[in-house]
């Protein structure tokens, strides 16, 4: 189900992908204030165990899907080495821009996740963190990352997992408050409104087996409330 399933979705998806850039265009100032305070500064534990998952090797090629300002980055240096090459996509420019040295040499691309302009079987590796419950086409992005992969390669996605209980319910409430703290409380509201919204860990392998990858797996982490998934092509 792509960018031309009819006239109906094209301008659904097209709404929701201009809802996203205005969210992260009037957070990317706070962001990474907001991780930390959200993550309770456990957030680089996360991603380096997530790039584990990617099993890159110095001088590979990774490409890290909706990278924001840019987190992913220094994590994915380290596994491919000053010889490997990085490339790091984004839709919105002011996250981008907040990237600074953290990107390591890193190719920065100003591009939509679901219409990657990045040749095919090119890339070892593909990380997308916090970033599949925004996009506005789930398969059609999976689909890209699956396209660009080597045979071979892995795509690793980190995010929050879909949950119930008090800890899902504690996390929503701290996402108001920081929200609040740092000026942002209807931008922090939507970021909760998409986590309650988004794919379980069990659903995204499930999304992950039908575009093709194989050896598909999940891990929860943060009381259930963070999640790596990954699978090879």
């Known amino acids: 189900m792509g960018w031309d399933s009819g006239p109906q979705l094209v301008a659904e998806r097209t709404e929701r992908a201009r809802l996203v850039r205005d969210v992260f265009t009037r957070i990317a100032p ?3 204030r907001g991780n930390a305070l959200l993550s309770l500064g456990f957030e680089n534990r996360w991603r380096a165990a997530a790039v584990a998952k990617s099993e890159l090797r110095p001088g590979d090629t990774a490409l890290d899907l909706c990278c924001g300002t840019g987190s992913f980055l220094p994590h994915l240096r380290r596994a491919v080495g000053n010889s490997g090459t990085l490339l790091g996509l984004d839709v919105c420019l002011p996250m981008l821009g907040r990237v600074g040295t953290r990107h390591s040499g890193a190719g920065l691309v ?18 997308i963190g916090w970033g599949l419950r925004n996009v506005p086409d789930l398969r059609l ?3 890209e990352a699956g396209r ?7 795509l690793v996605s980190l995010d929050m997992a879909h949950s119930r209980g008090a800890p899902f319910a504690a996390c929503t409430l701290m996402a108001r408050l920081v929200g609040g703290i740092l000026g942002q409380r209807s931008a922090y509201c939507y970021l909760a409104q998409s986590t309650a919204a988004f ?15 194989r050896g598909v797996g999940h891990r929860r982490m943060f009381f259930g409330l963070i999640a790596i998934v990954w699978g090879a092509k």
């Open 199 to 213: 794919a379980s860990p069990e659903e995204l392998a499930a999304e992950f087996s039908k575009v093709g990858l």
């Open 30 to 32: 706070v962001y990474d």
């Open 110 to 127: 100003l591009a939509d996740a679901c219409r990657v302009p990045v040749g095919s079987a090119t890339v070892d590796a593909v990380t």
């Open 141 to 143: 992005c999976l689909e």
């Open 148 to 154: 660009v992969l080597r045979p071979g390669g892995r």
